[in-house]
């Protein structure tokens, strides 16, 4: 197998919005319109893991585990940029070989950079305990989970409702007493043991570290989207950076971090242009890496108002979306 530079196959947004229009699918396999071919060369591609690279049973699949891998053989540079905490993004790491091929993880949205070439990491932002405290007691008063996130934990506050909420479910779902009570993007409870081992539930700020790496609020669809429009529209936290990573959670980071920041960063050092990157996303937090490329893709299954900041779309990540458009770089001999 070889990289097939510098021609690849792209099929733009538009054509597949006019499919989905016309003919009633998005499928990249209609040819009612023509796909736009052109000239680029890549040299790096920057996936975000969860609802992208991962399918909703949180897993890549083999054949794209294969493709990224040849990639690498090839000398392409894979970086993963998440909101998740470094820890939670090993174990994908070494699944795609990265180790072996001097991969880079954006961990907590861009808030650091690892370099798995030498184990390096470097920290670019972090939230202090003045800023906790103004996040926690803008947000006090509203129905939601909010958690305080680490490397290797997360200190969770939860309205009483929520937590009424929580302690039933957990009673149906007769769920040990040490299951943790972090909810997540798919639901009310969610285990992160595996990047969080440690999960402690906090009453008032005082059991909060010095010093975090982000903050993430959980609810239901509708609630977050009530809350995001409430605090946009009287300027309550603009001094923050505050993204929809999926319909259920709001991570908040500091004004100026963002995962398209970290990613300038190491293009920077890299000696790397935007046209020689390809950007994979879903969500609010991945508009910022989509800025540095012209080679951007949201899958199918991404938030509607993230598609219209990507300048291509790809399958699903349920479907191989990440596969499919990086299978156009490859030829087998």
């Avoid at 006019?18 to 040819?31: A, F, P, V």
């Avoid at 054949?63 to 392409?76: R, Y």
């Avoid at 470097?122 to 305080?148: A, G, P």
């Avoid at 309550?236 to 259920?248: A, G, I, N, Q, V």
Wanted: some cysteine; charged content about 25%; aromatic content about 8%.
């Amino acid at each position: 197998m070889e990289v097939r530079r510098p021609f690849v196959v792209i099929i733009s947004a538009n054509a597949l919005r006019k499919c989905k229009m016309y003919c009633g699918t998005s499928n990249s396999l209609c040819y009612y319109f023509i796909v736009e071919v052109r000239q680029i060369e890549i040299n790096c591609i920057v996936c975000d893991l969860d609802e992208t690279l991962l399918n909703d049973e949180e897993k890549i699949d083999g054949k794209t585990t294969d493709l990224l891998i040849e990639l690498q053989e090839a000398g392409i540079l894979l970086i993963l940029a998440s909101g998740r905490g470094y820890k939670r993004m090993i174990a994908y790491a070494e699944q795609l070989h990265m180790f072996q091929h001097n991969g880079i993880l954006i961990d907590g949205n861009g808030t650091s950079i690892l370099n798995l070439a030498d184990g390096k990491r470097e920290r670019l932002s972090y939230l202090s305990k003045e800023n906790s405290k103004e996040i926690f007691h803008t947000l006090r008063d509203e129905t939601i989970e909010i958690q305080f996130n680490l490397d290797d934990a997360i200190y969770v506050y939860m309205s009483a409702e929520i937590y009424e909420l929580k302690k039933k479910i957990r009673t149906e779902m007769r769920l040990p007493h040490n299951y943790p009570w972090t909810g997540g993007s798919y639901g009310w409870l969610s285990d992160m043991r595996d990047g969080y081992p440690f999960s402690t539930v906090v009453n008032r700020m005082e059991d909060v570290p010095e010093k975090i790496n982000k903050i993430t609020l959980n609810q239901d669809k509708e609630y977050i989207d009530s809350l995001m429009k409430k605090l946009n529209q009287n300027n309550l936290l603009s001094s923050y950076s505050m993204t929809k990573t999926s319909e259920r959670t709001v991570e908040i980071v500091k004004k100026g971090v963002s995962k398209g920041n970290a990613l300038k960063k190491v293009l920077e050092e890299k000696n790397l242009s935007g046209e020689q990157i390809i950007a994979f996303g879903n969500a609010e937090n991945d508009i910022s890496m989509f800025a540095c490329t012209p080679n951007s893709y949201a899958v199918a299954n991404a938030l509607d108002n993230v598609k219209e900041y990507a300048n291509y779309l790809t399958d699903s990540n349920n479907n191989s979306g990440v596969y499919q458009t990086l299978s156009n770089l490859v030829r087998t001999k």
